[in-house]
């Protein structure tokens, strides 16, 4: 991506400026797609990034949109980012956990902190994809993996929010842990892997037993547990 920068580069502009009018110079959709992405990625962030966005069309223009949302911390950008706008808030509402979010804390208290947050990036309090990110930057973060934590939480949806999502983070761990050639076919689990007695997750290990972990795996580590849950699995 460095090619183009020096190529808009001149000497009458700033480097800011040199970025900019290169990326509207040039005359291939997707060189403009590379030019204008590299420059909201580019440090420091171009002051007109957003209009940056708008010269692209389609999957690229909400891309763009996407990545000015997270290197910003502004999810109104996520308003502009197409079908990725749900996962788009969602990166915003996770890369903001540090700030708040205390794992160590009780799930409900969590909860309960959790309230005025969700609502800030443009998410319903309701919705329980936020909650599924919650649920697995906490579940993720205790060893063993637990459960009946989840019980603790007095409003039904996040209590299966919770419960889903622990479910989730289990095959994840697994898969992960099997990815990286560790065996799990028989026996006990690793310390590091081994939940807390669930009959729930003793019969995922048992069934992904039967479909894969007692074969090599051909897959990459699955992303890290810092990024936004799913829901799928059952509780």
Do not use: Y
């Amino acid at each position: 991506m460095f090619w183009l920068f020096v190529l808009a580069c001149n000497g009458s502009q700033s480097p800011q400026e040199a970025k900019t009018e290169g990326c509207r110079a040039l005359n291939d959709d997707a060189l403009i797609a590379t030019c204008v992405l590299a420059a909201v990625e580019s440090t420091p962030l171009v002051e007109n990034a957003n209009e940056l966005c708008d010269l692209l069309k389609g999957k690229d223009r909400h891309e763009c949109h996407f990545r000015l949302a997270e290197r910003t911390d502004t999810p109104a950008h996520c308003a502009h980012a197409g079908d990725f706008e749900a996962n788009c808030r969602l990166h915003v509402f996770s890369q903001r956990f540090p700030k708040w979010l205390k794992p160590t804390l009780p799930l409900q208290e969590i909860a309960i902190q959790a309230q005025s947050f969700i609502p800030e990036v443009g998410l319903a309090s309701d919705d329980p994809r936020p909650w599924s990110a919650i649920w697995r930057s906490v579940l993720g973060s205790h060893s063993p993996l637990d459960r009946s934590r989840c019980t603790t939480l007095v409003d039904p949806m996040h209590r299966e929010a919770c419960a889903h999502t622990a479910v989730a983070l289990f095959h994840d761990q697994l898969t992960r842990a099997w990815s990286q050639g560790i065996d799990l076919c028989k026996g006990e689990l690793p310390n590091h892997l081994a939940p807390a007695p669930d009959p729930v997750l003793e019969d995922v290990l048992a069934k992904r037993r039967e479909e894969n972990l007692c074969t090599k795996s051909p897959l990459p580590p699955p992303p890290g547990t810092t990024l936004p849950g799913t829901l799928s699995g059952t509780p």
